[in-house]
């Protein structure tokens, strides 16, 4: 759930994520990171999910193009540097060398056809 005492940071109009479309990438300050850091919003199953774009093998982005996580059967996000596949409700590797860890969830919220994420400890606008 998201943190409701963060105030929410627009992310994109709901019609700009397509089922399995690409996704809306934007930046966040990572807890400890001294610059920003590339998240992605998708549409999958109906829903939205965010995570940030790193790869749970090597923390790198992932997108084989800016915004194409996608595999060719729209199933899985796949790290285009050696094909790690993540399940999008919950960022799980499912195959891969770092199988069983977890991409780093962002909290995410429609409300009235627009998208938001929601600032945690860990994740922090950009200003
Ligand atoms: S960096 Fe993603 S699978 Fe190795």
Known sequence: MPDHSAEPQFLCLASDL?????????????????????????????RVVAYLNQCAHVPTEMDWQPGKFWDMDRRFFICSIHGALYDPPNGLCVSGPCRGAHLQKIAVQEIDQKVYWYPSEQFQPVF
Do not use: K, L, S
């Open 18 to 46: 397509a089922e399995t479309g690409d996704a809306v990438v934007f930046e966040v300050i990572v807890f400890g990171v001294a610059r920003p850091v590339q998240a992605f919003a998708v549409r999958y199953q109906g």
